[in-house]
């Protein structure tokens, strides 16, 4: 007798689904952003002359004060007396009340030109602050002007004196006795006066620079 059993099919073998490739975090990592240069700001070359200016003007203001300091000379003069004796006579600034005067102008002048070059080379590292020092510099700019102005006419008009005299007054020269003294005289008004102008420079171009800071 055949048998009636069915075989038993075999049970169907699935096949696993493919594996996701794994991604590689180097190769599929965004490329890094690169970051934009920052702008660097144009160098400000009105602080720059200024900083000039302010050295220049305290190599002037210092060579005048040294020059007029060690216009020392001796001579021996003649007195007017009777038995007209021979004595050395010298010449010093010190004799000068407006001699005196220009050196402590000028020596005011190199303190303030030092200070003011420091804070102004500070302006240069740091532009904000450029702002608020421009407009305490114009009025001490000028203030150290007139300053400077008044001790060098005042040494000049006593320098113009010992070199020509004044015969309506009775004053007579000495230049033609203290040669060296006078030289030195005339050379520390010389540099004085280049130091008065490099002071109006000053004042020009912090005026100048402020302007540029007012919003139109």
């Given at each position: 007798?055949?048998?009636?059993?069915?075989?038993?099919?075999?049970?169907?073998?699935?096949?696993?689904?493919?594996?996701?490739?794994?991604?590689?975090?180097?190769?599929?990592?965004?490329?890094?952003?690169?970051?934009?240069?920052?702008?660097?700001?144009?160098?400000?070359?009105?602080?720059?002359?200024?900083?000039?200016?302010?050295?220049?003007?305290?190599?002037?203001?210092?060579?005048?004060?040294?020059?007029?300091?060690?216009?020392?000379?001796?001579?021996?003069?003649?007195?007017?007396?009777?038995?007209?004796?021979?004595?050395?006579?010298?010449?010093?600034?010190?004799?000068?009340?407006?001699?005196?005067?220009?050196?402590?102008?000028?020596?005011?002048?190199?303190?303030?030109?030092?200070?003011?070059?420091?804070?102004?080379?500070?302006?240069?590292?740091?532009?904000?602050?450029?702002?608020?020092?421009?407009?305490?510099?114009?009025?001490?700019?000028?203030?150290?002007?007139?300053?400077?102005?008044?001790?060098?006419?005042?040494?000049?008009?006593?320098a113009y004196i010992g070199l020509?005299?004044?015969?309506?007054?009775?004053?007579?020269?000495?230049?033609?006795?203290?040669?060296?003294?006078?030289?030195?005289?005339?050379?520390?008004?010389?540099?004085?006066?280049?130091?008065s102008i490099v002071l109006v420079?000053?004042?020009?171009?912090?005026?100048?620079?402020?302007?540029?800071?007012?919003?139109?």
């Amino acid at each position: 007798m055949a048998s009636t059993d069915k075989p038993v099919p075999e049970p169907e073998k699935t096949v696993p689904p493919p594996e996701a490739p794994v991604a590689d975090p180097k190769k599929d990592a965004p490329p890094p952003e690169t970051k934009a240069a920052e702008p660097v700001p144009p160098r400000n070359y009105l602080v720059v002359a200024d900083v000039v200016l302010r050295v220049v003007l305290f190599a002037a203001a210092v060579t005048s004060v040294v020059v007029m300091v060690t216009s020392n000379q001796t001579k021996l003069v003649t007195l007017p007396v009777p038995p007209f004796p021979t004595v050395p006579r010298p010449a010093k600034f010190v004799h000068s009340p407006a001699f005196i005067y220009f050196v402590a102008a000028l020596s005011v002048a190199g303190l303030y030109s030092i200070v003011t070059a420091a804070a102004s080379f500070l302006a240069l590292l740091k532009p904000g602050f450029s702002t608020k020092l421009l407009a305490h510099l114009v009025i001490f700019d000028v203030l150290i002007l007139g300053i400077v102005a008044s001790a060098t006419g005042a040494a000049g008009g006593v320098a113009y004196i010992g070199l020509k005299g004044n015969s309506h007054v009775g004053w007579t020269k000495v230049c033609n006795v203290y040669d060296k003294f006078c030289r030195q005289i005339a050379a520390s008004v010389a540099i004085s006066l280049v130091a008065s102008i490099v002071l109006v420079l000053l004042v020009i171009l912090s005026a100048y620079s402020l302007s540029k800071k007012i919003p139109k």
